[in-house]
């Protein structure tokens, strides 16, 4: 990834992280990392255990960005969370994987910012 898109990237986490936060979320972890990938954010937000992808744009060229989140994207991201789940010793509690989709302006400005719960299932 060049460093423009890594700097955008890490500017629509941190967007991300600062919504959920004032949602009530509490950020677990930020980029975990397991052997099959990364999540980008890991948060509680009551009971639920939430596994957030975070996508971010500065142009609908190429279409809205939570439609970067495919299948083959899914699956990966549900190992990643069963990893997480093992590690934490926490299988047993419920969980939901969300996508926070941003838009921003050339400036970086946040033009939009939707966060969809329950985006997608657990794919095994």
């Known amino acids: 990834m060049d460093h423009s898109r890594l700097n ?3 500017t629509g986490e ?3 992280a600062k919504h959920l936060k ?3 979320y509490r950020i677990l972890a930020k ?5 099959r990938g990364e999540i980008d954010l890991v948060a509680r937000d ?3 255990i939430v596994f957030v992808e975070v996508k971010t744009r500065r142009s ?5 960005p939570q439609a970067a989140v495919t299948w083959q994207k899914q699956r990966q991201i549900s190992k990643v969370a069963l990893a997480y789940l093992q590690s934490q010793n926490l299988l047993d509690a419920p969980c939901r994987f969300d996508v926070i989709a941003i838009h921003l302006s050339p400036q970086l400005e946040v033009l939009t910012l939707e966060q969809i719960e329950s985006a997608f299932e657990f794919q095994s």
């Open 31 to 35: 980029n975990y990392r397991a052997r």
């Open 46 to 48: 009551g009971e639920f």
């Open 22 to 24: 004032a949602r009530g």
């Open 60 to 64: 609908l060229k190429f279409g809205v």
């Open 14 to 16: 941190s967007l991300a």
């Open 8 to 10: 955008i990237a890490k």
